[in-house]
């Protein structure tokens, strides 16, 4: 048995699981603590389908309080961004386009030195260990407690960030976490600086957020190893979780969407998680999440780490809904997790998508009779614009021409028609109001490799075999059995104004995770 928990704003959704078939479900409010929020919902799933603790092989839990912590600017550590490049880069400095509020929330404060490589693996310049040494006597008269380093093109070549990093802990001290570029983010220098400085900032409250998820399952009396979703589908541990928090980003969709993958048995569709305050569109490929291929900003910051391609929209449970003269409409501001006290039908005297999908008979929530009074009319076309909403969202995530089975989860995806306009049939799994838990408990491990390769003519074939290769090995060595891990995707672009036959290479490969060892 596995139990699979996401932490999502408004609710904690946690699931029981055999296998793929799911024996006991749970929703318990989010609390400010999370922790409490993580308890009551083991609570319930214990009180649904009793269960012994030692009997649960795997805890998995998808979280936003990395996340979160950024957004609101809060819990970060004083953040030292060291960029190995001189004479080049100068004239755009780290964190150059950050909001000046994350600046100040981490203390930031920017280095540079010089050193870096040119896409081949040439010396830019070669690293100078003196100046490193002066940086870190800076660091140190300004309390910075974690440091992100970053060298130009060392997704190539990472020998001038491991050097740095040696002598960064030998001036600074074990006890200051330090963060590499080349295992955080793609090519693409200023993108892939930003992530890793945003991991950076988060490692100390990562240390608390694990040991704080790992105090509330312990709580139960579930000794079985714990695991955090990450952004891409997949699994990492506990000690991953604490060197590598920016990597959780986004599981909420991810965990939906693969749930929805196992729930529907779909390998290709498009998914819609209705929640509180947003719809959540996105594009499964071959059972996993298609990955946004251009930069991806969080909190006003530009990154390019690793992240599914989502389109959200305002339109959720909790939308307003409202008669105008151009017509009904629907969101995008939200009552989100004031729900059960403002909406019309618990009570309040907001009018919510909540209420319209009472009112219409696809959902038996609260007291019908106070949506009574809504004209038959207005209702049928608030339904009409929510599902014409939708079907645009999906429409614009389209990248063909085929028919894509559209996959409504979450549990605001009552609000949605059997049917959405030029999509066709949308299908409803069995559980699928907590597919999230039910994602992340199925989660499987991988391994990716994204680098730009320099090709001899014909060695191409060798080249993409050791990529391949160097995959699979990642990926069992981050806990997936050897006997299940198989390539799940695979690109390759020519890079026509670089020299010497540059190609971009990236490749996944994925496997169950490894029982057997724990």
């Not at 408004?10 to 999370?34: E, F, R, S, W, Y």
């Not at 604490?242 to 993958?261: C, E, I, L, Q």
């Not at 670089?498 to 990236?506: E, H, K, V």
Request: charged fraction near 20%.
């Amino acid at each position: 048995m596995r139990i699979g928990i996401d932490v999502g704003g408004t609710n904690t959704d946690a699931v029981l699981v055999d296998g793929t078939t799911v024996l006991a479900g749970a929703k318990a409010a989010t609390t400010q603590d999370v922790t409490s929020g993580i308890v009551t919902a083991l609570d319930s799933l214990q009180a649904q389908r009793p269960f012994d603790p030692a009997g649960v092989g795997a805890v998995m839990i998808g979280t936003t309080h990395f996340v979160n912590a950024l957004i609101e600017a809060r819990r970060l550590a004083p953040t030292a961004a060291l960029r190995l490049g001189l004479p080049a880069t100068s004239s755009l400095p780290p964190m150059v386009d950050w909001p000046s509020r994350l600046v100040d929330a981490i203390a930031g404060r920017a280095y540079l030195a010089h050193g870096g490589h040119e896409f081949d693996g040439r010396h830019i310049t070669e690293l100078d260990e003196d100046e490193l040494r002066r940086h870190a006597g800076d660091m140190i008269a300004h309390g910075v407690r974690t440091v992100a380093i970053s060298s130009v093109f060392s997704p190539v070549n990472a020998e001038f960030e491991l050097r740095a990093a040696e002598i960064l802990t030998e001036e600074l001290g074990p006890d200051v976490a330090i963060s590499l570029s080349h295992e955080i983010g793609r090519i693409g220098l200023l993108e892939r600086e930003n992530a890793t400085i945003i991991n950076a900032a988060l490692r100390e409250l990562a240390t608390t957020i694990v040991d704080g998820l790992a105090d509330s399952v312990a709580g139960h009396g579930i000794a079985a190893p714990l695991y955090l979703s990450q952004n891409d589908g997949t699994l990492m541990d506990v000690d991953y979780a604490r060197r590598y928090p920016v990597s959780t980003f986004a599981s909420g969709p991810t965990n939906s969407m693969r749930g929805a993958a196992i729930l529907s048995g779909f390998q290709t569709c498009a998914v819609v998680d209705v929640g509180g305050t947003t719809s959540d569109v996105g594009v499964l490929t071959n059972g996993f999440p298609r990955e946004a291929t251009t930069e991806v900003t969080v909190a006003g910051i530009r990154t390019n780490f690793r992240m599914p391609d989502v389109l959200s929209i305002g339109i959720g449970g909790g939308s307003l809904v409202r008669a105008t003269a151009g017509g009904v409409t629907v969101g995008p501001d939200s009552v989100g997790y004031r729900l059960t006290e403002l909406a019309r039908v618990f009570g309040g005297d907001t009018l919510t998508a909540t209420d319209v999908a009472v009112a219409s008979g696809r959902a038996d929530i609260g007291d019908r009779s106070r949506v009574a009074d809504l004209d038959p009319a207005f209702v049928a076309a608030a339904l009409e614009r929510i599902g014409a909403d939708v079907a645009d969202a999906v429409e614009r995530m389209r990248t063909s021409s085929e028919p894509l089975p559209v996959v409504a989860v979450g549990g605001g995806s009552i609000l949605l028609p059997d049917e959405l306009p030029g999509c066709g049939t949308v299908h409803r799994p069995e559980h699928f109001a907590v597919a999230n838990a039910i994602g992340a408990a199925i989660a499987q491990v991988g391994g990716v490799v994204d680098r730009i390769y320099s090709i001899a003519p014909g060695a191409r074939d060798t080249v993409v075999d050791e990529a391949r290769q160097e995959a699979v090995d990642r990926a069992v060595a981050a806990g997936a059995d050897p006997s299940t891990v198989a390539v799940a995707d695979f690109d390759e672009v020519p890079i026509p104004y670089l020299p010497g036959n540059a190609t971009r290479i990236r490749c996944k490969a994925v496997g169950d995770l490894r029982m057997e060892q724990q």
